[in-house]
């Protein structure tokens, strides 16, 4: 049974444009979403429209099923994107995602949703060329389901308890897959504790990204020099709160990658290469880096050939949180 | 805010310190959380937002907010 309040309206035009109005959106038009299309999206993900998701207490929401299937259609998801969506709204809301802080602090940081599993294939989310941008349904609307569900549920809108100064474009929508299939290393999620053939969502606190450009380097040492001297030049964010579980999530694409398969290096030799130079303490121009342990460092195979960097996201204050997708 | 409106129902008498540019989201919390009179006391510029001040300037706030503090206390007490 719906718990939502129905508006009825005479037009398509009408209703995209009330729900403009009423600054229910992104600022973007929306997809209405329907008492119909809202029940076929639980209905997909075996939801219940009163069966709670998680919480913020600390602006009184409590954010339940039907709330994120709403904001799922609203974003121009397919139904089959229901499950994605439902796991990262869970991941969102596990006390160390940190949603209160995440999605109202003054860096505006933004929340990259990294898709493992078959289901990258089924729903064809990007994980090559251009996968942090615009151009494929799947990547677009998960990613813009998540940041209506931080703002029409959480209560992140902007001047209210969304506090960005500037804010960023990732804001609009950030959800890429990990490319399992060029990769020669182990997948997140499997690195994380799940079985290969289980789908997950892994969402991750973005404050900054940079890029760890490097064409000169030949070697994996190389590489790994480069991407130490960009996350140090940044920093990692922690705090007593979080303790150790602080972490920065590296997205490397083809070229550097093909220096580490030709050597045979796995993540755990990259991260342990990594953790001493990252967390040495920071010097002129370096801002601390608070790595509590090497496993806080995550790496994902992803992007297209060209280019050879690694984009280094340096989180907010909050641990990136994996959670299965319940495919009904 | 929301720290201090918690301490105060966990019965630790509490004052919030928000700068100036924040009063709007500090409005929202007391509201949302159902003490819309909750007061708080602010720091205004020169001193920046996000509190990476020297220890005279430091010192400088807490001359200006220390009696502020007291009041609050007081009041939110009554």
């Known amino acids: 049974m719906s718990l939502a309040q129905e508006l009825t309206f005479d037009t398509y035009d009408e209703a995209v444009e009330s729900y403009l109005d009423r600054g229910w959106t992104d600022g973007l038009p929306i997809v209405p979403p329907t008492p119909e299309k809202v029940a076929a999206f639980l209905d997909y993900a075996g939801l219940s429209a009163d069966e709670v998701l998680g919480h913020v207490p600390t602006r009184e929401v409590t954010v339940n099923a039907e709330h994120v299937a709403v904001n799922a259609v609203m974003a121009g998801c397919k139904v089959e994107y229901m499950p994605v969506v439902a796991a990262a709204a869970r991941a969102l809301l596990e006390e160390k995602a940190n949603c209160h802080s995440t999605t ?3 860096s505006g940081a933004a929340h990259a949703v990294i898709v493992n599993g078959p289901i990258r294939n089924e729903l064809d989310i990007n994980c090559k060329a251009g996968c942090f ?17 931080a703002r029409n549920v959480c209560r992140a809108i902007p001047g209210f308890l969304d506090r960005a100064t500037y804010s960023t474009p990732a804001r609009y929508s950030f959800c890429f897959g990990e490319n399992e299939e060029d990769s020669p290393w182990t997948p997140l999620h499997v690195e994380r504790g799940f079985a290969p053939e289980q789908s997950t969502v892994t969402l991750h606190s973005v404050m900054y990204m940079t890029s760890a450009r490097d064409s000169a380097s030949r070697d994996p040492a190389g590489v790994l020099d ?5 996350v ?5 964010t922690g705090d007593r709160w979080l303790g150790k579980d602080t972490n920065v999530v590296l997205v490397m694409g083809m070229e550097h990658m093909r220096y ?6 796995s993540k755990k030799q990259m991260r342990e290469y990594l953790f001493p130079k990252l967390t040495a303490p920071s010097g002129k121009g370096e801002s601390p880096v608070r790595l509590g342990k090497d496993d806080g460092i995550l790496i994902v195979a992803a992007g297209g050939h060209g280019m050879s960097e690694t984009w280094v996201l340096h989180p907010h204050l909050a641990w990136a949180i994996t959670k299965p997708i319940d495919l009904a | 805010m929301r720290d201090a409106i918690e301490m105060e129902w966990s019965g630790v008498p509490s004052v919030a310190i928000i700068h100036e540019a924040m009063r709007g989201s500090a409005n929202s919390m007391r509201r949302l959380s159902g003490v819309p ?4 006391i602010t720091v205004d510029y020169p001193h920046i937002p996000t509190a990476v001040w020297s220890d005279d300037e430091v010192r400088e706030v807490a001359k200006e907010v220390a009696p502020k503090v007291v009041a609050a206390l007081v009041k939110n007490r009554g």
């Open chain 1, 260 to 265: 580490f398969a030709e050597a045979g290096w």
């Open chain 1, 226 to 230: 480069s991407i130490s001297r960009t």
């Open chain 1, 104 to 106: 109202g602090t003054l």
């Open chain 1, 133 to 149: 941008g615009p151009g494929w349904r799947a990547n677009a609307t998960i990613g813009r389901a998540v940041r209506l569900v």
């Open chain 2, 37 to 40: 009179d909750y007061d708080f």
């Open chain 1, 232 to 236: 140090r030049a940044m920093g990692v």
